[in-house]
DNA sequence: GATTTATGCCCTATATATAAACCAAAAGGA
DNA sequence: TCCTTTTGGTTTATATATAGGGCATAAATC
C-alpha cells in the first residue's frame, strides 16, 4: 500500500463490522470458548481475534469468516441455508465455478 | 505475519467468499459500472476489486464492505434495514459504543 | 473491418497486518 | 482474602496485501 492512503470507512459499514464482532463475541460466549481457544481453531492469533471482535475493518475478510462460521455467526442471512440456496439458485454459479478453476489449469481452456 | 503462516479457509468460506464476490460483479455490471469506476468509488485499487469480484480470501473486510455497500450488495441479510434493527435490538449495543470510543479518549474514562 | 474501451494479469515498492512474546488488569473460583 | 485464568494492551520482526504501473487480450463501439 504505497503512498499512506488512508481509507475511510462508511458509518454504515463502521457499525456492520462492529455488530459482527460483537455477535461474534456473544456467540463465542454462549459456546464457553476463550478467546485463546476460539483463535487456535480459527488459525489466527488471540490479538487477531480481539481486532475481530472489536469490528476492525482492516482484518482479512477470511479471518473473520473463519470465526464467525466457526462461533455460528452466519453471513449474508439469518437463515443457515441461505448460502447453499444462493450457490443453487444464481445462475452465477455456472460463471462461477471455471472462474476459481482457471488459475489452476492455466492455459488449457478445454473446459466446454 | 511471521514464520510464513499457511492459513486454510473452510470450504463453506470460500464459497461464501466467491458467491459475494460474484454478486458484487453482478450488482456493477447492472449498474454499468466499470471496475475501475467503482474502484475509485470505493477509494480502492482497480487490482484489489479485481480480487474482491474473484472472492480473495485475503482482502481486508473494509474494502469489501465498501464495495459491496456501494453497488447495494447486502450483508448479513438480504433486508436492508437489517442492520439497524439488529443495531437497535442487540443489548450487546451498550457495551459496543463505549468500546468505539474507548480508544478516542484513551486515559480518561469518565464516560460512565 | 478499425478503434476505442474494459478487463485480466503481470510486476515492484512500500505500508502495514500479523504472530509472538510480553505485561497488567480484570474476572472467576477456591 | 488469595490464586488462577482470561483479557486488553503493548512492542517487535516479518510476511504480505496493496497501489500503481504496464501490457496483452477481450469486448464494445464505430
Redesign the pocket.
Known sequence: ???????TYSRYNRDASALLGALIREARHERKL???ELADRA??????L??I??G?L???IG?VFEVATIVGVKLFDADESTLTKYLRQTKEKLALLPKSV??KS?AVRDDF
Open positions: 500500500m504505497p503512498k499512506s492512503i488512508i481509507r476463550t478467546a485463546q488459525g489466527i492469533s488471540r490479538g487477531l480481539q481486532r471482535e472489536k476492525n482492516k482484518c482479512e479471518a482457471r488459475n492455466k
